[in-house]
């Protein structure tokens, strides 16, 4: 007879947690587990208590009600200091009087760590980030994209379980931003950490997220893979947050079409579009129909049951499949082709060839910039 196996401890467990600021309740009764190693995404708007969530788990903030567990162990018992627990903002918060080597070294040196020790451990950890060449530089001297790496250098240093990012990507600008959803997820595996990442970004959290918590009103309403959240929203207002454009989210009332076989069509203005789905539980009952844009399809061919409509508009959104090519000697390069889902299911390891596109070549003056 086999052993059962046990269920493993969280890393992370959130109970009941409740927040409030005056009369607005910002966490209510909000739950959580997170797996060691995990990278959950929190995904929400503004307001929704994200980044209180993450002031909570660092232990910056005491709850109202509920508890924090980090390794079977109530935090509530031990101060930020003793959590191992990182945290990252998104407005970088640097010491401006220190260099960005300072900046990083500044969590080692409160552990009181060995010279040689804390030099090693920085330059590791710029090496990564790609910000070996500016570790002399004051916070004034570098780019927003350097800052943003050099916060997240500091909070990476000292290898934390669980390290706690805030919308770090916000405020950079799309070059940066793009680069660093591919590089984020290099970065997590090599240090182990546990990593919590909140965004207002739904790209962000379908591109990092082992998981995505989609937070509404203080609380969780979905907890899912990248793929659930989106093709199978369990609520309406975690539906509506994904997509560009948005879902269509129409409220009908099934009903029965003429006719054998009882198949089932859902009135639109004076007309029916019918359900290919057997879901005779629905007949009479009102609902919302939603359709995800991709979904609803469009022909010049009529078909038996298709809903009437005119073409008004077209507008090209350009659905790419970005392709990160990297030759033998390390030089990076980015591809893009029409959308392939058999390429974007590859995850590296393919070998090819890129070419330039006849005529598309261009150049520009190294001094000025301008086209030649």
Known sequence: ?????EPRMPHLKISGLSKGFGRKQVLDGLDLEVQRGECLVVFGGSGSGKTTLLRHIAGLLTPDAGQVWIDGQPAGD?????????????NFALYPHMSAFEN??????????DE??????VREVAALLRIGPVLGHSPRQLSNGQKQRTALARSLVHRPQMLLLDDPLRNVDAKIRFEMRIEFPKLFRAFGSTVLYVTQDYREALALGDRIGVLVDGRFQQIDSPAGVYHNPQS????????DPPMNLLEVTPRR??????????????????????????????CVLGVRPEDLLFGTDPRPGALPVTLEAAMPMNVRTVALLRTD????L?????????????????RGFATLAPGRSMFFDPVSGARV
């Open 236 to 243: 309406r207002a975690v539906a509506r947050l994904f997509g």
């Open 78 to 90: 031990s101060g930020a200091q003793q959590r191992d627990v990182a945290m990252a903002f998104q």
């Open 329 to 332: 000697d390390g030089v990076e």
């Open 104 to 113: 990083i070294a500044s969590p080692l040196r409160a552990r009181r760590m």
């Open 334 to 350: 980015l591809s893009s082709r029409p959308e392939d889902p058999a390429l974007a299911a590859q995850r590296g390891h393919l």
């Open 257 to 286: 079409r003429p006719g054998p076989g009882g198949a089932l069509e859902v009135p639109i203005g004076a007309r029916a579009l019918a359900l290919p789905e057997p879901r005779a539980d629905l007949a009479g009952r009102r």
């Open 1 to 5: 007879m086999k052993a059962r196996k």
């Open 116 to 121: 040689a020790a804390i030099a090693q451990q």
